[in-house]
């Protein structure tokens, strides 16, 4: 899940040699429209109601998105890595003891987490090493 949209990440998957790697991007989607690229919003306000998620902005709640996603699938845990503002929401529904979020260091996801806690176990990162590092620790 990521706020930005589907044109730049599949451009950014394709261009690292990713793309085979995820089986979907959720996003804004983006067309191309008389040469321009379009964003549209993930959530199409035509067909469903707004999220009403306070944290998020309305054209995507990534905590309803994950919500939704995980009530089609069964996991014993998730780890969700996250930076942004916009990543707080899903944390607050990730379960204590067998969820990771795995947190940028001094980013505003951790600077929310400092301040309003979650359920999840933590670990901070900085870089995309210390990813590796941490998936090889915790699976």
Not at 44 to 71: H, K, W
Not at 77 to 87: F, H, K, L, S, T
Not at 114 to 125: D, F, G, M, V, Y
Request: with cysteine; aromatic share 8%.
């Amino acid at each position: 899940m990521d706020a930005n949209n589907t044109a730049f990440i599949d451009a950014f998957l394709k261009d690292q040699g990713m793309s085979d790697l995820f089986e979907t991007v959720i996003s804004n989607k983006a067309i191309v429209r008389e040469d321009r690229l379009v964003v549209q919003p993930f959530h199409d306000f035509d067909t469903r109601p707004a999220y009403g998620c306070p944290l998020c902005s309305p054209s995507m709640c990534n905590g309803q998105i994950l919500e939704e996603v995980l009530g089609a699938l069964n996991f014993d845990r998730i780890i969700y890595v996250g930076d942004g503002g916009g990543d707080y929401c899903p944390t607050t529904r990730m379960r204590q003891g067998s969820d990771t979020v795995l947190e940028r260091n001094n980013f505003a996801l951790a600077k929310e987490i400092a301040t309003t806690p979650i359920n999840a176990k933590l670990r901070e990162w900085e870089s995309g090493e210390d990813l590796l590092r941490i998936f090889k620790e915790i699976l």
